[in-house]
């Protein structure tokens, strides 16, 4: 049983400066971004849960400003 | 004996200055007004401590870590901790941020005027400490020929064993904050950059970098030479030193003074002169700071610890006070306007966010009505959401003037006001 | 030989028609780009899709243009060698027409690259090579004119002007989008919703 502790924690981070609020984001994964009343994303600062965790890269991937990342905090592979 | 950069020298050399519990220490003593010379400089402090090898660098950046010194730009960051996260990088730079952007504040600019070496020696000190062979000093506008003069002084002198470059701030509210700083002098934006790298990792040309306020810089050029106890012999145990503050609004006579961290707010501004007026509530800390009830705050010692339950602070060492016949919301509205204006439009919530709760703010202020939810929303969402701490700035100013406030905002529902003054300073507007 | 011959027609044959099919399959990548860049709330046309779309189709293409080359070099009428197909104006074979597809190929395949490489590439250094896309569009399309003897077939000529117009009327909103700036956000106040200036970057 591979023990919960072997994970790091992974956390989406928008850098907010690129960010252009174009709003793909939310669009490919509402369950962890929203958008304000301006269009620009809100994301949930917890960690991602891991059956998120392969739309999360892709969502990152699909963000034409390149803002959105995914932090790995802590040793082990996420 | 050289080992502890010369403070025991220093205390026998300097007189007064060095007796624990004298103010002031960085501010020339009441009474002089011009700047303070290079000769008038050395004669006050004594020579600073020189030619520091890496053990000495070690040992200074050890004793101001027992001194306590924190930032004097209004974070309050640990100094000791920034210094030996610069030290640890590879051809660190230095950076002395007299930019000032507050225009409520004038201590910076007070502090560069009057006491230009003190400055100029702790920016050169942190310089050898953390192993850095240039300083870049940005001050603002109004400083910037005294700051000229006194570096050329120095280079007459031969007194610097590093490089000082001097650049007049970007005349902006957001140009003082410390990434707008370092892109400001690389490529003369005054625009706060992302924050992953850090910039004691990668600033300035991309070197590790150590921004400090030129207050932090004076504090430290003072600790080198007289030690951590002296430097504690004012001020409380958690909080130790002096701060400058800058006094304002309906007080006789508005200053910047120098005091000790904790001394009771009604002191200070009993030093300023005293209130001209009842006083109805102070602006504590900044136009990033928090409006407090006059009542509740004038018992208070001006101190983080004295003031953390009242949800205020000493911020950037502001004391505005507002009296009775002045209208908060007004105030507030004014400058809320000027700070969302002041946005680098780099961030969407605080490029649009910002102008949009300005104008519920005006609404507010003007009785025009509002819709409250839609201000507390807007509130919610801008928070904590720039690439700066511009936008977390203004709802916190506004949050504390809605609790400070709440019974002038009642008053303002069928379109009563209560002021008729204006208190708080704010900049012409900016051509669009 | 009336059998190499007919070889030969077939390769001819299916090097045209993935042409074509190649040059409809890059048009509607650049459609979907510009849709995607300037696509309004998320609700009417979704961004997200369009964008994807744009990148799947752009992949998709590679095996046009790989079907469309291969075919081209490995008939044996005509003399077109591997080198011409990347390096403009080497083929003896009608040298300009082949060297401008050559030339597409080229700049397409920087975008290509760029584009599967732009996290590593930052976004700066992306945007720059994928402005060549603007520029490898038009050069694929006058390859298409002067390599291709079709356009005397009716639907080909459709294809083609279809094809041109559609990406001509994609470039005007594209630099229309460009010249009038970015779009004023939501919500604001009835009048107060001016955003303030930007700092120059």
Request: net charge positive; charged share 20%; with cysteine.
């Amino acid at each position: 049983m591979t023990a919960l502790t072997d994970r790091a924690v992974v956390r989406l981070r928008v850098d907010i400066i690129a960010c252009d609020g174009r709003g793909l984001c939310a669009e490919a994964l509402p369950e962890l971004i929203t958008l304000d009343d301006w269009g620009f994303p809100i994301i949930d600062r917890r960690a991602i849960p891991p059956r998120l965790l392969a739309d999360a890269r892709e969502t990152a991937r699909a963000c034409p400003k390149l803002a959105l990342r995914l932090d790995r905090e802590g040793r082990g592979k996420p | 004996m050289r080992g502890t950069a010369g403070l025991s020298s220093g205390i026998a050399a300097s007189g007064a200055i060095a007796l624990p519990g004298t103010l002031p220490r960085l501010l020339p003593p009441a009474g002089a007004a011009a700047a303070v010379s290079l000769p008038g400089h050395l004669a006050r402090y004594g020579p600073p401590p020189a030619g520091l090898g890496r053990p000495q660098r070690d040992s200074l950046i050890a004793e101001v870590d027992r001194a306590g010194l924190t930032g004097r730009g209004g974070a309050g960051y640990p100094t000791a901790r920034k210094l030996a996260a610069v030290a640890a990088g590879r051809s660190p730079v230095v950076v002395a941020n007299g930019t000032e952007g507050e225009p409520a504040s004038a201590k910076d600019k007070a502090l560069m005027a009057r006491s230009p070496h003190l400055v100029l020696d702790g920016a050169v000190l942190a310089a050898e400490m953390v192993g850095a062979r240039e300083v870049v000093i940005v001050a603002h506008r109004a400083a910037r020929r005294v700051i000229d003069d006194a570096v050329a002084e120095r280079g007459r002198a031969a007194l610097d064993r590093v490089r000082i470059k001097v650049r007049t701030a970007a005349d902006r509210f957001v140009a003082g904050e410390a990434s707008a700083v370092v892109h400001w002098i690389e490529r003369g934006v005054p625009a706060p950059k992302a924050s992953p790298p850090r910039l004691s990792e990668r600033g300035l040309h991309g070197a590790p970098t150590l921004v400090q306020n030129v207050e932090t810089l004076a504090h430290l050029a003072l600790i080198a030479r007289y030690g951590a106890a002296w430097f504690r012999s004012v001020g409380t145990p958690a909080e130790p030193g002096s701060m400058l503050v800058t006094v304002l609004g309906a007080v006789r006579e508005p200053a910047v003074l120098e005091i000790a961290i904790g001394t009771g707010i009604g002191q200070v501004l009993d030093q300023a002169g005293g209130p001209t007026a009842p006083l109805q509530a102070l602006l504590l800390g900044g136009y990033f700071g928090d409006w407090v009830p006059a009542a509740a705050a004038m018992s208070r010692p001006f101190s983080s610890a004295g003031l953390a339950d009242l949800g205020a602070g000493p911020g950037a060492g502001l004391i505005a006070a507002l009296p009775a016949d002045a209208c908060g919301l007004r105030e507030t509205a004014r400058v809320v306007r000027y700070l969302a204006g002041e946005s680098a439009g780099q961030c969407g919530p605080c490029r649009f966010g910002l102008d949009a709760i300005a104008g519920q703010v005006e609404q507010l202020a003007d009785g025009s009505g509002t819709d409250p939810g839609l201000l507390w929303r807007w509130l919610a969402q801008v928070d904590g959401r720039g690439g700066c701490a511009h936008p977390s700035g203004v709802v916190r100013l506004i949050r504390s003037s809605l609790r400070t406030f709440s019974g002038e905002q009642r008053r303002h529902a069928p379109g009563w006001c209560s002021g008729t003054a204006s208190v708080l300073p704010v900049p012409p507007g900016r051509a669009r | 030989m009336s059998a190499a011959f007919g070889g030969s027609q077939a390769l001819w044959f299916v090097s045209r028609a993935s042409g074509l099919a190649l040059l409809a399959a890059f048009s509607a990548t650049v459609v979907l780009g510009v849709a995607a860049r300037l696509g309004s709330a998320p609700k009417r046309w979704s961004r997200l899709a369009l964008g994807e779309l744009h990148r799947s189709l752009a992949l998709f293409s590679v095996s046009f243009l790989g079907l469309h080359v291969a075919t081209a070099i490995a008939d044996p009428y005509v003399r077109i060698g591997w080198a011409a197909a990347v390096l403009p104006f080497v083929s003896p074979y009608r040298t300009l027409a082949i060297g401008l597809g050559a030339l597409a190929v080229d700049l397409g395949g920087a975008v290509l690259v760029t584009s599967l490489v732009r996290r590593r590439l930052g976004y700066r250094g992306w945007r720059v090579v994928h402005w060549l896309a603007y520029l490898a569009w038009p050069v694929a399309f006058v390859h298409s004119i002067m390599a291709g003897n079709d356009l005397r077939i009716w639907w080909v000529a459709l294809v083609e002007a279809g094809c041109a117009f559609a990406v001509a009327t994609a470039m005007v909103a594209r630099l229309l989008s460009w010249w009038r700036g970015p779009e004023p956000k939501p919500p604001g106040l009835p009048g107060r919703s001016v955003p303030t200036e930007r700092i120059p970057v």
